[in-house]
Structures are given as C-alpha cells and as structure tokens.
C-alpha cells in the first residue's frame, strides 16, 4: 500500500465548475499537508498548505484536511482554463522546508472551456 | 529574483554511460532535495543534502547513485551506469532549511537512456 493514494484522473471539467481533488493517506505521523500544481514539463509550484486539521482559504482555492479519516482536499472554485494541469498532493511529518515530502502520484485535471 | 536553476534540461544518454544533473539552488538557500518522477507517477523523493552533508539519502538507490553539494557550487546528482529504467524526470529543490520555509523546485532536468 502506497502512504499516500490520488487518483490520477483524468478529471476534465467545464469552465467555471468547482473542482473537488482528494488525496488519503496512512502515515498518522504527516502533520504538514500541501498541494502543488505542475504545468505539463514544468516544475511543481507550491498552492497551499495546512497544518494538521482544518480548513485554509486561498482566493478560489480552499484545502481541508481531516486527519481522523486520514483525508485531504482541495477545492477549485470558478474553474479557469488556466487551471489545467497535474495537481499534486504532498505531505510530511516535521515541515516542508526541511524534510523530505511524500507526495501521490497527481491528477491531471483540464477545465473544458 | 533567479529561481532553482537545473541543467541541463534534456539529457540523452546510452546504456552504460554516466549522468550528471547539476542544480543551482535560490540565492541564500542552504538545503537541497532531489526528486525522481517517473511517467504517470508522482515525485519520489531521493535525497536532502547541506552544504558539503548529506541529511537524508533514504530514497536514493544503494548502487550507481550518488549525490553532493559542495562548498562552492551547484549540487550533483550523478548517475554511472545508466539503464534504461533510470529514464526519468529529475526535480531539484531548494529551500532555507527551517520548517515552516518552502521549497522552490526547479524546471527539472528530463533523462532519456537509449
């Protein structure tokens, strides 16, 4: 069993819908939980991050974390073309800027205009 | 502001031959991670180096790999004896090293072994 599972997708979805992107986990240990978005050839950039249980806001993006199911999300809200891409989620134990990241394998996801 | 630099950014190789991947971290940044991504699957960590340290080579492969980050310079991650297996996708990163700090990646550095 992987530690962390996402479905690859693909997910393709029309301009302007809500985006609902998911990632379980089975390490109890991961406390810091990030999503990165990665344009086709391009290097992931860091979107959000939370820290243990909750839920972050970002503009049209929100991530929730719910460590008693073991389960992340991050919701796109008002889809744009601009938001195709691999979106990856990532997770580990102490922080994320001085330990390694485990991440899912990502999904691609396009928004049909 | 010059992000992670990786070169080069296409690399070809034949079976048998050794590959080197440079990485240029962020101005000030300290610590430097290696990622694998192989098609369809995520990043697989590899190894977090210091200056001149090694922190954590957890995930690097026992044999034909190995990495460093010297005083001076950019990291290496090296590979002799490529296979066709190692054809991949090679993420660098770089951060300041404290927790909450993110790591920047870099554009990635694409091995093809033929």
């Known amino acids: 069993q992987k530690e962390v599972e996402q479905d690859p997708g693909p997910l393709s979805v029309p301009e302007g819908a809500i985006v609902s992107l998911n990632c379980t986990y089975s390490?109890?240990?991961?406390?810091?939980f990030m999503w990165y978005r990665q344009y086709s050839r391009k290097g992931p950039e860091l979107l959000m991050y939370?820290?243990?249980?909750g839920n972050k806001e970002d503009g049209r993006f929100t991530a929730q974390v719910d460590k008693s199911s073991k389960y992340i999300s991050l919701f796109i809200r008002d889809s744009q073309p601009s938001d195709s891409a691999t979106y990856l989620c990532a997770m580990s134990v102490r922080g994320f800027g001085n330990e390694k990241l485990t991440f899912g394998t990502g999904t691609r996801l396009t928004i049909i205009p | 502001n010059a992000g992670v630099m990786q070169n080069p950014r296409h690399l070809v190789r034949r079976r048998g031959q050794e590959a080197r991947l440079r990485c240029s971290p962020v101005?000030?940044?300290?610590?430097v991670y290696w990622y694998r991504q192989l098609p369809e699957e995520g990043l697989k960590f590899m190894v977090y180096l210091q200056k001149e340290n090694i922190i954590d080579e957890s995930g690097m492969p026992k044999e034909r790999f190995s990495a460093e980050f010297p005083k001076e310079g950019p990291s290496i991650l090296r590979i002799q004896q490529v296979v066709r297996g190692d054809s991949a996708a090679y993420f660098c990163?770089?951060?300041?090293?404290?927790?909450?700090?993110?790591?920047?990646f870099g554009q990635g550095t694409r091995l093809t072994v033929v």
């Open positions: 939370t820290y243990s249980s």
């Open positions: 990163a770089s951060s300041q090293g404290q927790m909450n700090t993110e790591a920047f």
């Open positions: 390490n109890s240990a991961f406390q810091y």
């Open positions: 101005k000030g940044h300290s610590h």
